[in-house]
């Protein structure tokens, strides 16, 4: 009976070897494939982990970043990267604004651009930068298990981008002055008499309405965006650009609505505000926007680096900095993220990689809609 017993673990064990030994040539020649079938489209795919960090302390070991994440958490982002890789320096410069992107982008078509090694995509000219991105292979890498990034953050076009954000919108309100009962539930409802006539606020960059055009799988799509915002400009809303201050000024009680905000924004007012009146609704089809797009650009100085502290970013540890310090804007593909909660069970408009180039012109199609209307409120 022993001697049977001991026959029986001996194959156990021979199994179990050999079953780990096919999972690891598996393993092997996956890495083989992806980095042949990658080489062979143009980009670059490192099969090594070691090697990458390897060549990030060649490069230098300094990594500057252009980043439009909120710049409180830059001490926070830059702190915990270094905490995993003490012998890389990273340094995240903010940018913010229409103007500053269109600046930097005319500097990077010129060549000028020498002293970042991440940047941001701005969403208005998303397909432009894309001739200057490094080309790792970002998704492969991300597929094979050599970067901790989940796959679903990066552009599976270009393979070269990976958003590390998501922007959902919401509609706010002044709950003295508009009950919860009477808040729209549907996007229609915002057509209804009772806001018409300077009842409700609508931002005049329509960000929100280029996801309402992504949509037409859920009875939207671009011809029901323009209806819709035709719709809109009828009901004579106030014209504002802005949401920190639009909310500002719906706390202090000149305004009861807003048709749509982004959720990040009205929840850090709440929790900010001492005397809050401001709540939120989720009116679905939920609107959500891929956002905070960065790539390694092709003149870094440290390439490697960069690509380090990009994946540092889409990490859940870099995640979770973003919810907690921006906040509540991680990435909806982060599992685990409050927009990946939020969301769950809900039917979402999401602009994603497949139509997040074509923004800037549903964003014009919006504007002209609304009637070229100007900014009503400082």
Same mark, same amino acid.
């Given at each position: ?55 990030? !302390?060649?490069?230098?070991? &300094?990594? %500057?970043?252009?980043? @439009? #994440?909120?710049?409180? $958490? /830059? ?18 410069v903010e940018i913010t ?54 796959? !679903?953050?990066?552009?599976? &076009?270009? %393979?070269?981008?990976? @958003? #590390?954000?998501?922007? $959902? /919108? ?206 009503e409120l400082k």
């Amino acid at each position: 009976m022993k001697r049977k017993a001991c026959c029986a673990l001996v194959l156990l064990v021979w199994l179990a070897f050999e079953f780990a030994v096919a999972r690891v040539y598996a393993a092997s020649a996956g890495l083989t494939t992806a980095k042949k079938q990658s080489e062979a489209a143009g980009f670059i795919f490192e099969d090594n982990r070691a090697e990458i960090i390897a060549k990030a !302390k060649q490069q230098g070991g &300094k990594i %500057r970043v252009l980043s @439009s #994440l909120d710049p409180g $958490l /830059f001490p926070h982002m830059t702190a915990s990267f270094k905490k995993k890789y003490p012998f890389l320096d990273a340094t995240m410069v903010e940018i913010t604004g229409v103007d500053a992107n269109e600046r930097f982008l005319l500097e990077l078509k010129a060549g000028v651009v020498k002293d970042f090694d991440v940047v941001q995509l701005s969403p208005e000219r998303y397909p432009e930068y894309l001739p200057y991105a490094k080309r790792f292979d970002i998704l492969a890498m991300a597929e094979q298990g050599v970067l901790g990034i989940e796959p !679903k953050m990066v552009d599976p &076009k270009n %393979r070269t981008v990976v @958003s #590390l954000a998501t922007v $959902l /919108f919401v509609a706010a309100y002044n709950k003295n002055l508009l009950p919860a009962d009477k808040v729209p539930t549907t996007w229609d409802g915002l057509l209804r008499p009772e806001f018409k006539g300077r009842k409700m606020m609508v931002d005049i960059r329509p960000i929100m309405y280029s996801t309402f055009a992504a949509c037409p799988d859920q009875g939207m799509g671009v011809e029901w965006m323009v209806n819709y915002a035709q719709k809109i400009r009828a009901q004579q809303p106030v014209w504002v650009r802005g949401y920190s201050r639009t909310l500002t000024s719906m706390n202090a009680g000149e305004y009861a609505l807003h048709s749509g905000v982004y959720y990040h924004t009205v929840v850090r007012l709440m929790q900010k505000t001492p005397q809050n009146n401001l709540e939120l609704k989720f009116i679905e089809p939920v609107p959500a926007t891929l956002f905070e797009a960065e790539m390694v650009l092709n003149s870094s100085r440290n390439p490697h680096g960069g690509l380090l502290f990009l994946e540092h970013q889409a990490s859940a540890e870099g995640q979770k900095v973003i919810d907690e310090r921006e906040p509540l804007k991680a990435s909806l593909h982060s599992p685990g993220s409050v927009a990946a909660k939020q969301l769950k069970g809900k039917k979402v408009c999401l602009n994603s990689y497949d139509t997040l180039q074509q923004s800037s012109g549903w964003e014009k199609m919006a504007i002209e809609a609304f009637g070229f209307p100007g900014a009503e409120l400082k």
